[in-house]
Nanobody, 117 residues
Framework: QVQLVESGGGLVQAGGSLRLSCAAS????????MGWYRQPPGKQRELVAR???????NYAGSVKGRFTISRDNAKNTVALQMNSLKPEDTAVYYC???????????WGQGTQVTVSS
């Protein structure tokens, strides 16, 4: 009932910046949590950042201070500003939204982020 489309991925040099955006459509009411996960090559998927309806944010320790998550409820979008990118940030990034923190929610198709040395 919710469809997500990510954009903004690409190739960037270490130290550079990218901004990911995710647009939600369909049954978008009561989306309390919006976030970004990533899966590096050969590794497990991990939470990068999450923002709740009350504005509370959570960041992975590896990105804290470099990445910023934001949401625009009127436009049903969530963005991830990524600064000071490192090669270890290379991964497929997935948008995720959910109505309850304990639910799985809905996933986007993923967008590739590649950071070169």
């Amino acid at each position: 009932q919710v469809q997500l489309v990510e954009s903004g991925g690409g190739l960037v040099q270490a130290g550079g910046s990218l901004r990911l955006s995710c647009a939600a459509s369909g049954t978008t009411f009561s989306i309390n949590y919006m976030g970004w996960y990533r899966q590096p090559p050969g590794k497990q998927r991990e939470l990068v950042a999450r923002i709740s309806s009350d504005g509370t944010t959570n960041y992975a320790g590896s990105v804290k201070g470099r990445f910023t998550i934001s949401r625009d409820n009127a436009k049903n979008t969530v963005a991830l500003q990524m600064n000071s990118l490192k090669p270890e940030d290379t991964a497929v990034y997935y948008c995720n939204v959910r109505r309850h923190v304990m639910s799985t929610g809905y996933w986007g198709q993923g967008t590739q982020v590649t950071v070169s040395s």
